[in-house]
Structures are given as C-alpha cells and as structure tokens.
C-alpha cells in the first residue's frame, strides 16, 4: 500500500493539535496508509501532554519532540529526516493550512507532480499595508536571493520520496526550505488556498522572524549582497575623489571654500554607514560559515514515540 506521511511542526498548539489531528485522518483518502508526526517544537504549554494521548489512541499519530525551541525550519527538517511515506507533505498546526486540500494535492502527485505546492491568498479583509509589504517582500527576496517564490508560497506543500532523500542527504546547515523547493528543479504544481482563521492561540511568526527567515533565504542561496556591498563600495570610493577633486579644483583656482564642518561631517557619517553595511553583509556570509564548519544539528530530539 502506499504511503503518506503528514509532518506537522507545533509549537504551543495545545488548543488546536486535536482538532486538526482528527480533521487531517479524516481528509487522507482511505486507499493510502497514512503516517501523521507532529513535531514539538520546545512547546512551553501542554502540546507534548495532548500528542501522547493522542498517540497512544490513534496508531496513526507519532510525534517527536525537541528539547528546546529550535525553530520552524527545524522541525520541518526534522520531520522529513523521520517520515517513512513514499510522500511527505508539510503543513502548520494552526488550522490554517486547509485539510480538506489533501485529496486534491495527493492526486496530483499520482498524476506524476514531484512537488506540490501551495500558495496563500488572502482575502478583501487584509488590510493595505500587509499587502503591500508582502508583495516588497518576495520581490526583494527573488532580486537578491536569484530564486522565483511565488508571493504567498506557503510549507504547505507535498514532496515525492525521491526529494525528501535529497534534503535528508543535504550536508547544509539551517536549510531554507522554501527556497531549495523553488531551486532544485523537480516538476512542480501550484495549488491556490485561502486560509481558515486561527484555530487557537496565536501566530509565532512576527515581523523580526519574517526579516530573519528572508535574510537566511537570500545569504543561503546567492552572493549577490556580495555584490550589491562591492558596487556600492566602488560607487563611493568614486564619490570621494569626484569631491575631492573639486576641492582641489577650486583651491588652484583661488575661490574661497568654506571651511565649515557639516559637509565634512555628512561625508564621515555617510561613509561610515556604507563601511558598516559591507561590513555588515560580510559578516552574514561568514557568520553561515561559520556555523555550517561547527557542524552542530540543527536540532536536537528529546523524545519520541518512534523508537518505541
């Protein structure tokens, strides 16, 4: 029989795993054998409580849990190092990732799709400014990044065995999923949701995640800050001796200059912002290496139910 693997990261989603447990197995076609691991995430609350009796009720539920809070990413990765299916498809634990989309996506697959993804759209009552920064937000992650996610691309997503084992087998560290999705060329399908209102709690993904999860993106998939650092380096090298010239100039000539200190000044703080910038991304790029050479796991697991 074939299977499905479901991989759900949680953190501090006791209100909402049990409904959306029951709601996931009830939505999994019957033809298929289904595997359902949940993954805390370091949850503060009762999540690891409430995954244990539901595991011990329903076989179909596993979990793994970590001993601390290591991030979203994280607990995907882990889940797709762990499941077993012949598929492997990720969604959140807020309810917000539609379950009744399964069928559609795991018939997709069948029709020969490596990935099949999907993607958010929001409906009229979000306001202006969401829009808005969302739309510069994937514009300035494709330009800098040289990947193509599509604006609201969601982890809501199902990936063939044979990607899964490339990630598995991928030696890179804190792994932008999204982006190595769009990269690594498999064929793919994108799916249209609009999603439910949260279930229960709260979103975990605030605005400083959000800058964080695209500057990982764009630093782990292009050098073009890189570039982007050398140009406007060379961009005010130019500026200084274009001034300094003038400067010259005007002295041989024999016109009084000011010798005032603002110009002076804004030169110095203008200057010195630039040097912090390229000092800035440079320290991005090697803060990565440096992290990927120490070789530590992305995430370490405290316990599960599936060495049981």
């Known amino acids: 029989m074939i299977k499905i693997s479901i991989v759900i990261p949680a953190y501090n989603e006791e209100g909402s795993i049990e409904t959306l447990i029951r709601r996931v197995l009830a939505h999994v076609p019957k033809e298929y054998e289904c595997e359902l691991l949940v993954v805390d995430d370091g949850s503060s609350d009762d999540t690891l409580v409430s995954l244990k009796a539901l595991a011990d009720k329903i076989p179909e539920v596993k979990y793994l849990s970590f001993s601390r809070n290591f991030g979203h990413q994280a607990a995907l990765r882990a889940g797709l190092d762990r499941a077993t299916g012949d598929a492997v498809i990720s969604m959140d634990a807020d309810l917000q990732h539609p379950p009744e989309l399964l069928p559609e996506i795991i018939r997709h697959w069948r029709e020969g799709y490596d990935i099949v993804y999907t993607r958010r759209r929001d409906g009229a009552d979000i306001g202006l400014f969401k829009r808005i920064s969302s739309r510069l937000f994937y514009k300035i992650l494709n330009k800098l990044s040289g990947l193509a996610i599509e604006e609201g691309a969601a982890d809501f997503r199902l990936l063939d065995r044979r990607v899964v084992t490339i990630i598995k087998n991928l030696p890179e560290r804190q792994l932008f999923l999204r982006g190595f999705?769009?990269?690594?060329?498999?064929?793919?399908?994108?799916?249209?949701?609009?999603?439910?209102?949260?279930?229960?709690g709260k979103s975990k993904y605030s605005m400083r995640k959000m800058f964080s999860l695209g500057l990982q993106g764009i630093t782990?998939?292009?050098?073009?800050?890189?570039?982007?650092?050398?140009?406007?380096?060379?961009?005010?090298?130019?500026?200084?001796?274009?001034?300094?010239?003038?400067?010259?100039t005007q002295h041989l000539l024999g016109n009084s200059t000011i010798s005032g200190w603002t110009s002076v000044i804004i030169i110095v703080v203008v200057m010195s912002g630039v040097q912090l910038i390229v000092l800035g991304i440079l320290g991005e790029y090697l803060g990565r290496v440096f992290l990927q050479v120490k070789g530590r796991p992305d995430y370490i697991i405290r316990e599960n139910s599936l060495d049981e």
């Open 181 to 200: 999705v769009t990269w690594c060329g498999f064929k793919a399908l994108a799916l249209d949701y609009e999603p439910a209102q949260r279930f229960a």
């Open 220 to 248: 782990k998939f292009s050098t073009k800050p890189l570039r982007v650092a050398s140009v406007i380096g060379f961009v005010s090298a130019g500026l200084g001796i274009v001034y300094g010239l003038f400067a010259i």
